[in-house]
Nanobody
């Protein structure tokens, strides 16, 4: 089991940057793909980005492509979400999730591919 814990959320002005961190316990963290999702008030949860266990493969939602970057440091059991050029519509609770089964390889944007979820961290972008 790899239980994620997110941190780094906060309030930022439009055009600014923020980096979220996701730390996961467990010796097998480096074997798991990790994903980022977000949920805005009144909206469904949506996929943001994902990274393979080796960091050799990433994918992103079209809405964040070119602005957000997912990376990982397996030595620190940590995954990062670097968010640049933030927009008010990026305001949401951001969640980190782990995929121990490898299900996200073919379906990276499906929430059901990820088994363990963090509690989320709030990101608010002011205009």
């Amino acid at each position: 089991q790899v239980q994620p814990v997110e941190s780094g959320g906060g309030l930022v002005q439009a055009g600014g940057s923020l980096r979220l961190s996701c730390t996961a316990s467990g010796r097998t963290f480096r074997d798991y793909a990790m994903g980022w999702f977000r949920q805005a008030p009144g909206k469904e949860r949506e996929f943001v980005g994902t990274i393979s266990w080796s960091a050799g493969r990433t994918s992103y939602a079209d809405s964040v492509k070119g602005r957000f970057t997912v990376s990982r440091d397996n030595a620190k059991n940590t995954v990062y979400l670097q968010m640049n050029s933030l927009k008010p519509e990026d305001t949401a609770v951001y969640y980190c999730a782990s995929d121990p089964r490898g299900a996200s390889y073919n379906f990276p944007s499906r929430g059901s591919a990820y088994d363990y979820w963090g509690q989320g961290t709030q990101v608010t972008v002011s205009s």
